[in-house]
């Protein structure tokens, strides 16, 4: 008897295994999660770095400034304070980013980088039981309500949390009551 010698396999039978294993892959491997996580972790990393910025240049030039989330607009200033003896508000003079010499503000989502990218949440609560969604860093670091009238704008800081985040990765960026940033990255 004769036996026939395998010839190996042919190439339709080669793309058939190379097709549904590609389809294996794309089922069994989650292709977003993970630069969801890179984007979420940077665009956490940039809000810590405004918060930052704002408590490091309240103390370099002995002037409040404030870190002002805008919700409704996925924006993050900082602005200088200004002050009389009754009542403080936002400057109309915006404090300058060093790195690009333009008004300092970070708007994750249009950034290439940060595409997608929603602030979901900026809560700051205050030691008089107030909340507002943005904080004052006074002259010395500490932050502060510092926007309105009277007394209760040196309300001290209870807690301040920012959220940020895409699809279903986020990240909270916490301001505890010393001006100390960190961010929670299981969240």
């Not at 309300?155 to 929670?184: E, F, K, Q, Y």
């Amino acid at each position: 008897m004769r036996q026939r010698a395998s010839a190996g396999y042919t190439l339709v039978e080669l793309l058939l295994v190379v097709a549904i294993l590609s389809i294996v892959a794309v089922v069994a491997i989650p292709s977003s999660s993970p630069v969801d996580a890179f984007r979420v972790d940077a665009a956490a990393g940039e809000v810590a770095l405004a918060l930052r910025h704002a408590r490091d240049e309240a103390k370099r030039t002995g002037q409040p400034h404030l870190l002002d989330c805008q919700r409704p607009l996925n924006r993050i200033a900082v602005h200088l304070v200004e002050t009389d003896k009754d009542i403080s508000s936002k400057a109309t003079t915006p404090v300058i980013d060093p790195a690009s010499g333009a008004a300092y503000a970070l708007a994750p989502d249009t950034s290439p980088a940060l595409s997608q990218m929603t602030i979901a949440s900026c809560v700051f609560v205050f030691a008089d039981n107030t909340s507002a969604t943005g904080v004052v860093f006074d002259a010395a670091g500490n932050p502060v309500r510092g926007i309105g009238r009277g007394p209760a704008r040196t309300a001290a800081l209870r807690s301040g949390t920012v959220i940020v985040g895409t699809g279903n990765a986020g990240r909270r960026i916490l301001l505890d009551t010393s001006g100390r940033i960190t961010t929670d990255q299981n969240f």
